[in-house]
């Protein structure tokens, strides 16, 4: 019964303000980055259909916040292409290989595609992340520049992109 259950497929959903407790504390507890309440509740508010919860049982075990950038791009050379910004996602440590990840990566690049215009995902990740740059790669992103000292303790990052 307990090896069935924890292969239920998680619900995942668009976030609401009443789940910001859970998805801060998730952060908290798997991340070194945090931010401030009105980050989670202005992307929340700007862009909430690609603000999404993985549910499993009721419980909210793993989030993805995004946001949506102008720029030049990152694979190719247009001016002011909407570009979907993946800032944080997390899953808790015992709901993780299971798919939950991807099934969040996925369903935000879709609607940060169908529903805000994105042609491009981006992303920053730790060059010592080898569990989130596999799965960043297994989803077709590539290393497009290595940005310094990106981090606060001086850690580098990759910046990643995806063609939408
Ligand atoms: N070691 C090696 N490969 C891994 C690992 C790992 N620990 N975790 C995931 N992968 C790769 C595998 O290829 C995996 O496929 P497989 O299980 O079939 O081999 C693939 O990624 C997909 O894995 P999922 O099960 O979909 O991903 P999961 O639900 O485990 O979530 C995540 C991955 C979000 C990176 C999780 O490990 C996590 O929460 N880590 C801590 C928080 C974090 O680092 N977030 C990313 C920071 S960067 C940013 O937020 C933009
Ligand atoms: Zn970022």
Redesign the pocket.
């Known amino acids: 019964m307990e090896r069935r259950e924890k292969k239920q497929p998680a619900l995942i959903r668009e976030a609401r303000e009443e789940d910001l407790p859970d998805i801060v504390r998730i952060n908290l507890e798997?991340?070194p980055e945090h931010y401030p309440d009105y980050f989670w509740r202005d992307h929340l508010r700007l862009w909430g259909r690609a603000f999404l919860v993985a549910e499993v049982d009721g419980r909210i075990v793993?989030y993805i916040m995004t946001r949506v950038d102008r720029g030049l791009g990152y694979l190719q050379w247009r001016p002011f292409k909407k570009l979907g910004h993946?800032?944080?996602?997390?899953?808790l440590p015992e709901?993780?290989?299971?798919?939950?990840?991807?099934?969040l990566m996925v369903e935000a690049m879709r609607r940060l595609k169908e529903i805000y215009g994105a042609s491009e995902a981006y992303?920053?990740?730790r060059v010592s992340?080898?569990?989130?740059i596999?799965?960043y790669e297994?989803l077709g992103f590539k290393k497009v520049r290595r940005l310094r000292k990106y981090y606060l303790d001086g850690e580098d990052a990759w910046l990643m992109a995806k063609k939408l």
Request: glycine residues 10%; hydrophobic residues 45%.
């Open positions: 798997t991340l793993g993946i800032v944080s996602i997390a899953v709901y993780r290989r299971r798919g939950i990840g991807t099934a992303l920053e990740v992340n080898d569990a989130a596999r799965l297994k």
